[in-house]
Protein backbone atom coordinates (compact mmCIF):
# COMPACT_ATOMS: atom_id res chain seq x y z
CA UNK A 1 0.00 0.00 0.00
CA UNK A 2 1.40 3.46 -1.11
CA UNK A 3 2.54 5.98 1.97
CA UNK A 4 3.13 9.10 2.54
CA UNK A 5 3.89 10.19 5.93
CA UNK A 6 4.10 12.93 7.74
CA UNK A 7 6.03 13.74 11.51
CA UNK A 8 3.20 14.86 12.84
CA UNK A 9 -0.57 15.51 12.77
CA UNK A 10 -0.91 18.70 15.41
CA UNK A 11 1.99 21.06 16.23
CA UNK A 12 2.01 24.11 18.37
CA UNK A 13 5.12 26.41 18.40
CA UNK A 14 5.93 30.03 19.20
CA UNK A 15 6.08 32.97 16.83
CA UNK A 16 9.93 33.41 15.71
CA UNK A 17 10.73 29.48 16.07
CA UNK A 18 12.58 27.70 13.74
CA UNK A 19 10.09 25.12 12.79
CA UNK A 20 10.64 21.77 10.81
CA UNK A 21 8.05 19.62 9.13
CA UNK A 22 9.09 16.59 7.64
CA UNK A 23 7.46 14.07 4.99
CA UNK A 24 8.61 10.80 3.92
CA UNK A 25 7.51 8.57 0.75
CA UNK A 26 8.08 5.13 0.45
CA UNK A 27 6.98 4.64 -3.32
CA UNK A 28 10.41 5.54 -4.69
CA UNK A 29 9.25 8.80 -6.52
CA UNK A 30 10.85 11.38 -7.44
CA UNK A 31 8.28 14.43 -7.24
CA UNK A 32 7.36 15.99 -3.79
CA UNK A 33 5.65 18.84 -2.91
CA UNK A 34 4.61 20.78 -0.36
CA UNK A 35 1.43 22.42 0.22
CA UNK A 36 -0.56 24.82 2.59
CA UNK A 37 -4.66 24.82 3.02
CA UNK A 38 -6.41 27.73 4.82
CA UNK A 39 -10.35 27.85 4.76
CA UNK A 40 -11.72 29.38 1.40
CA UNK A 41 -8.24 29.71 -0.08
CA UNK A 42 -7.85 26.29 -1.13
CA UNK A 43 -4.54 24.53 -1.71
CA UNK A 44 -1.29 26.05 -2.49
CA UNK A 45 1.75 25.10 -3.27
CA UNK A 46 4.90 26.18 -1.77
CA UNK A 47 7.86 24.51 -3.26
CA UNK A 48 8.56 21.16 -4.95
CA UNK A 49 11.15 19.20 -5.70
CA UNK A 50 11.83 17.12 -8.85
CA UNK A 51 15.21 15.08 -7.24
CA UNK A 52 16.97 14.66 -4.32
CA UNK A 53 18.91 18.13 -3.62
CA UNK A 54 16.42 20.07 -6.29
CA UNK A 55 14.29 22.61 -5.52
CA UNK A 56 11.47 24.94 -7.49
CA UNK A 57 9.27 27.50 -5.68
CA UNK A 58 5.64 27.28 -5.72
CA UNK A 59 3.19 29.73 -5.15
CA UNK A 60 3.97 31.15 -2.50
CA UNK A 61 6.99 30.28 -1.13
CA UNK A 62 8.04 33.40 1.16
CA UNK A 63 8.70 32.67 4.70
CA UNK A 64 9.54 28.99 3.84
CA UNK A 65 12.40 26.83 2.44
CA UNK A 66 12.88 23.48 1.57
CA UNK A 67 15.16 20.34 1.94
CA UNK A 68 15.71 17.20 -0.10
CA UNK A 69 18.67 15.21 1.31
CA UNK A 70 17.32 11.73 0.00
CA UNK A 71 15.02 10.96 -2.14
CA UNK A 72 11.85 9.86 0.40
CA UNK A 73 12.12 12.46 2.60
CA UNK A 74 11.15 16.47 2.14
CA UNK A 75 11.34 18.74 4.53
CA UNK A 76 9.52 22.20 5.03
CA UNK A 77 11.41 24.25 7.46
CA UNK A 78 9.85 27.82 8.60
CA UNK A 79 12.77 29.54 9.73
CA UNK A 80 11.10 32.00 11.77
CA UNK A 81 7.28 30.81 12.55
CA UNK A 82 4.72 33.56 12.37
CA UNK A 83 1.64 33.60 13.26
CA UNK A 84 -0.11 33.57 9.55
CA UNK A 85 1.74 30.47 9.19
CA UNK A 86 -0.85 28.77 11.38
CA UNK A 87 -2.31 26.43 8.67
CA UNK A 88 -2.88 22.74 7.21
CA UNK A 89 0.31 21.72 5.62
CA UNK A 90 0.07 18.88 3.38
CA UNK A 91 2.89 17.04 1.57
CA UNK A 92 2.74 14.71 -1.36
CA UNK A 93 4.73 12.67 -3.36
CA UNK A 94 4.45 11.33 -7.77
CA UNK A 95 6.66 9.78 -10.11
CA UNK A 96 7.86 12.02 -13.29
CA UNK A 97 5.32 11.18 -16.43
CA UNK A 98 2.03 11.98 -18.18
CA UNK A 99 -0.25 10.22 -15.57
CA UNK A 100 1.21 11.42 -12.26
CA UNK A 101 -1.48 11.23 -9.85
CA UNK A 102 0.02 12.55 -6.56
CA UNK A 103 -0.66 10.61 -3.46
CA UNK A 104 -0.78 12.99 0.10
CA UNK A 105 0.28 12.90 3.58
CA UNK A 106 -2.65 13.25 6.35
CA UNK A 107 -1.71 16.83 6.60
CA UNK A 108 -0.10 18.43 9.77
CA UNK A 109 -1.86 21.04 11.06
CA UNK A 110 0.15 24.12 12.97
CA UNK A 111 -0.63 26.35 15.07
CA UNK A 112 1.98 29.24 15.77
CA UNK A 113 1.10 32.00 18.99
CA UNK B 1 -2.57 25.48 -16.11
CA UNK B 2 -6.39 26.48 -17.14
CA UNK B 3 -8.46 28.09 -14.71
CA UNK B 4 -11.59 25.81 -13.80
CA UNK B 5 -15.15 27.05 -12.35
CA UNK B 6 -16.92 24.27 -10.27
CA UNK B 7 -20.07 25.35 -7.77
CA UNK B 8 -19.19 26.11 -4.37
CA UNK B 9 -20.95 23.59 -3.02
CA UNK B 10 -24.15 20.42 -3.75
CA UNK B 11 -26.01 18.21 -1.74
CA UNK B 12 -27.03 14.73 -3.24
CA UNK B 13 -28.93 12.13 -1.73
CA UNK B 14 -27.58 8.72 -0.85
CA UNK B 15 -28.22 5.90 -3.00
CA UNK B 16 -28.76 8.70 -6.04
CA UNK B 17 -25.75 9.47 -8.85
CA UNK B 18 -23.90 12.92 -7.65
CA UNK B 19 -23.24 14.27 -10.79
CA UNK B 20 -20.05 17.46 -10.27
CA UNK B 21 -19.93 20.15 -13.11
CA UNK B 22 -16.71 21.98 -14.14
CA UNK B 23 -16.53 24.32 -16.46
CA UNK B 24 -12.64 24.83 -18.18
CA UNK B 25 -13.82 27.03 -21.21
CA UNK B 26 -9.70 27.94 -21.51
CA UNK B 27 -8.26 24.77 -21.19
CA UNK B 28 -5.28 23.95 -24.49
CA UNK B 29 -5.45 20.61 -26.77
CA UNK B 30 -2.92 19.15 -24.49
CA UNK B 31 -4.48 19.73 -21.43
CA UNK B 32 -5.84 17.02 -19.75
CA UNK B 33 -9.00 17.28 -16.30
CA UNK B 34 -8.18 15.49 -12.79
CA UNK B 35 -10.52 14.90 -10.42
CA UNK B 36 -9.21 14.75 -6.81
CA UNK B 37 -11.23 14.93 -3.60
CA UNK B 38 -10.72 15.46 0.08
CA UNK B 39 -12.70 14.07 2.82
CA UNK B 40 -12.48 15.91 6.05
CA UNK B 41 -9.04 15.51 7.89
CA UNK B 42 -7.15 13.84 5.42
CA UNK B 43 -4.92 14.31 2.32
CA UNK B 44 -6.51 14.99 -1.17
CA UNK B 45 -6.74 11.24 -2.97
CA UNK B 46 -6.81 11.09 -6.65
CA UNK B 47 -10.08 10.06 -8.65
CA UNK B 48 -9.90 10.30 -12.21
CA UNK B 49 -8.30 11.67 -15.16
CA UNK B 50 -9.10 12.01 -19.02
CA UNK B 51 -8.12 13.89 -22.24
CA UNK B 52 -10.76 13.99 -24.71
CA UNK B 53 -12.36 10.46 -24.20
CA UNK B 54 -14.92 9.91 -21.10
CA UNK B 55 -13.08 7.88 -18.95
CA UNK B 56 -14.67 5.31 -16.07
CA UNK B 57 -12.82 3.59 -12.98
CA UNK B 58 -13.75 1.69 -9.63
CA UNK B 59 -14.57 5.20 -8.06
CA UNK B 60 -15.85 6.99 -11.04
CA UNK B 61 -16.72 8.19 -14.63
CA UNK B 62 -15.76 11.41 -16.42
CA UNK B 63 -17.83 12.85 -19.13
CA UNK B 64 -15.59 15.52 -21.21
CA UNK B 65 -17.69 17.67 -23.66
CA UNK B 66 -17.02 17.14 -27.37
CA UNK B 67 -15.48 20.88 -27.18
CA UNK B 68 -13.45 20.23 -24.11
CA UNK B 69 -15.02 23.10 -21.99
CA UNK B 70 -16.44 21.30 -19.19
CA UNK B 71 -16.52 17.69 -18.30
CA UNK B 72 -18.91 16.32 -14.97
CA UNK B 73 -17.71 13.77 -12.59
CA UNK B 74 -20.55 11.25 -11.97
CA UNK B 75 -20.27 9.14 -8.68
CA UNK B 76 -23.01 6.24 -9.65
CA UNK B 77 -24.50 5.12 -5.99
CA UNK B 78 -23.08 7.77 -3.75
CA UNK B 79 -22.57 6.62 -0.32
CA UNK B 80 -22.17 8.90 2.98
CA UNK B 81 -18.24 8.60 2.79
CA UNK B 82 -18.68 10.36 -0.39
CA UNK B 83 -19.25 13.31 1.33
CA UNK B 84 -15.92 15.71 0.90
CA UNK B 85 -14.41 18.80 -1.10
CA UNK B 86 -13.94 17.74 -4.94
CA UNK B 87 -11.12 19.59 -7.46
CA UNK B 88 -11.34 19.57 -10.92
CA UNK B 89 -8.02 20.42 -12.10
CA UNK B 90 -6.57 20.86 -16.15
CA UNK B 91 -2.95 20.59 -16.10
CA UNK B 92 -0.23 20.43 -19.23
CA UNK B 93 0.79 16.93 -19.65
CA UNK B 94 4.28 17.30 -18.93
CA UNK B 95 3.75 19.67 -15.83
CA UNK B 96 4.09 17.72 -12.37
CA UNK B 97 2.36 21.28 -10.42
CA UNK B 98 -1.33 20.97 -9.84
CA UNK B 99 -2.84 23.88 -9.19
CA UNK B 100 -6.16 23.26 -7.08
CA UNK B 101 -9.20 25.45 -6.92
CA UNK B 102 -11.55 25.44 -4.49
CA UNK B 103 -13.49 22.84 -5.13
CA UNK B 104 -16.87 21.89 -4.84
CA UNK B 105 -18.23 20.97 -1.31
CA UNK B 106 -20.43 17.38 -1.71
CA UNK B 107 -22.68 16.70 1.19
CA UNK B 108 -24.54 12.95 1.00
CA UNK B 109 -28.02 13.23 2.61
CA UNK B 110 -29.32 10.04 4.09
Known amino acids: DVKVTQSSRYLVKRTGEKVFLECVQD?????MFWYRQDPGLGLRLIYF???????EKGDIPEGYSVSREKKERFSLILESASTNQTSMYLC????????????FGPGTRLTVT | DAKTTQPTSMDCAEGRAANLPCNHSTISGNEYVYWYRQIHSQGPQYIIH???NNETNEMASLIITEDRKSSTLILPHATLRDTAVYYCIVRLNRDDKIIFGKGTRLHILP
Open chain 1, 49 to 55: SYDVKMK
Open chain 1, 27 to 31: MDHEN
Open chain 1, 92 to 103: ASSSPGVFNEQY
Open chain 2, 50 to 52: GLK
